[in-house]
């Protein structure tokens, strides 16, 4: 079975610093990655996502994350953190279900909060 | 574009009763729709998978008599719990998937059964 371990629950970052939120799966076959944001109120929306090719994936809001197959890991980085990427970040990872879309098992999340 | 709606953001329900719960894609036709339950501090748990106009597939463990999904057209979604207990009180977020496959999610329903 699948599974996602997000080793850190809760990171605490001061503005214009660097992050890495950390993201370790477990599956049998070569993953799907995702990493999400969930702010209060609002949806899930994704970052950034790893199907194949180039390791190192941009996503959107000037984050990017780097496949690593020996690590089984894919974990998220931005460069200088803004105040407003305060949120909870998850890390997803799923197969293609073939009736569309992707089963996602998630991560329990990291909450990101940013010091002015 | 790529917007989904669920209504109600929050209800509060007598245990014994159903409460209905509505996902929404606004913009897009949702050929598939998922249904995903979140505890404080926990992750989301994926509950169920339906196609429009076909049954839902539940995951294990998941009661289909008590969480009752029906994808009725291509932009709602519904997930009623019948007879709600205190236990059902959690965070369910619908998602929806167009033909690019890419899950959208919703911004969640707070249940609270007394």
């Known amino acids: 079975a699948q599974s996602v371990t997000q080793p850190d629950i809760h990171i605490t970052v001061s503005e214009g610093a660097s992050l890495e939120l950390r993201c370790n799966y477990s599956y049998g076959a070569t993953p799907y990655l995702f990493w999400y944001v969930q702010s209060p109120g609002q949806g899930l929306q994704l970052l950034l996502k790893y199907f194949s090719g180039d390791t190192l994936v941009q996503g959107i809001k000037g984050f990017e994350a780097e496949f690593k197959r020996s690590q089984s890991s894919f974990n998220l980085r931005k460069p200088s953190v803004h105040w407003s990427d305060a949120a909870e970040y998850f890390c997803a990872v799923g197969p293609y279900s073939g009736a569309g879309s992707y089963q996602l098992t998630f991560g329990k999340g990291t909450k990101l909060s940013v010091i002015p | ?13 007598k245990s014994g009763t159903s409460v209905k719960i509505e996902c929404r894609s606004l913009d897009f036709q949702a050929t598939t729709m998922f249904w995903y339950r979140q505890f404080p501090k926990q992750s989301l748990m994926l509950m169920a998978t339906s196609n429009e106009g076909s049954k839902a597939t539940y995951e294990q463990g998941v009661e289909k008599d008590k969480f009752l999904i029906n994808h009725a057209s291509l932009t709602l979604s519904t997930l009623t719990v019948t007879s709600a207990h205190p236990e059902d009180s959690s965070f369910y977020i619908c998602s929806a998937s167009d033909t690019t496959y890419e899950q959208y999610f919703g911004p969640g329903t707070r249940l609270t059964v007394t």
Do not use: D, K, T
């Not at chain 2, 574009?1 to 329900?13: E, K, M, R």
């Open chain 2, 1 to 13: 574009g790529a917007v989904v709606s669920q209504h109600p953001s929050w209800v509060i329900c």
